[in-house]
């Protein structure tokens, strides 16, 4: 029988399952092959997560050092592995709506925070032509503002205490079928396909803790 890290004195061992996203199969400039193929990516990091906890379950403790070891591995590893899936479910999940812009206490903040919604999409787009895998507008708690973070890859460089709202995946597989190395007029297709509903219904749930 596989063991988990994640198993329950009853047995039961949780495992990531992928998630479905009803509304990212017809795009507006994002074609149905390129998001057929990414969902494929992501159904890969949800495999590899399960593998690689069933494998810490087992790992040899004794042996653990910085330069080399199986705990080492496995524990980098899965940081890739959980990024994948967490990245990819806050992606595919505000993709499928018709662009336009936020509203209500979402609306308000990122205004106060970049001067406008232009100013936010500009700082957004253009730290996604600096990035190598991701951007993410998320709220730090310590802070109380919000930020694009700029991320290289699926573990770098996620920052404490800060509550994610919008990932945007620069990762050429996610534009290069349609748009080849023309990165910023996929980043403006990501902006018309923006669904603001579920964003300001997570921004919604997060400000409810603030008071
Ligand atoms: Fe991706």
């Known amino acids: 029988m596989l063991r988990s890290i ?5 047995g039961n061992i949780f495992m990531y399952e992928a998630k479905k ?14 998001m057929t193929e990414h969902y494929k990516l992501y159904e890969g990091y949800i495999k590899k997560a399960n593998e690689i906890m069933e494998k810490l379950a087992n790992v040899d403790k004794s042996t653990a050092n910085q330069t080399y070891s199986d705990l080492r591995e496995l524990k980098v590893e899965l940081s890739f592995a959980l990024g994948g899936v967490k990245h990819h479910e ?13 509203t209500g206490g979402l609306a308000k903040m990122i205004e106060r925070d970049f001067g406008s919604f232009e100013n936010w999409q500009a700082d957004m787009k253009q730290t996604g032509l600096a990035a190598r895998g991701w951007v993410w507008l998320a ?3 310590d802070t109380g503002r919000l930020f694009d ?10 920052v404490w205490n800060c509550s994610l709202l919008v990932a945007l995946d ?3 597989h996610a534009y290069w079928m349609d748009y080849g190395t023309g990165r910023a007029a996929y980043i403006d297709a990501f902006f018309r396909n923006m669904n603001w509903k579920v964003v300001e219904k997570q921004f919604d749930q997060m400000a409810s803790m603030m008071r």
């Open 6 to 10: 994640f198993q329950d004195p009853k």
């Open 149 to 158: 973070y700029l991320g290289d890859s699926q573990n770098s460089y996620p």
């Open 170 to 172: 620069t990762y050429e």
């Open 139 to 141: 709220f730090d708690w």
């Open 90 to 102: 806050v992606y595919f999940g505000h993709l499928g709506g018709s662009g336009g812009e936020p």
């Open 21 to 34: 996203f009803e509304g990212i199969h017809a795009l507006d400039g994002i074609s149905e092959k390129t």
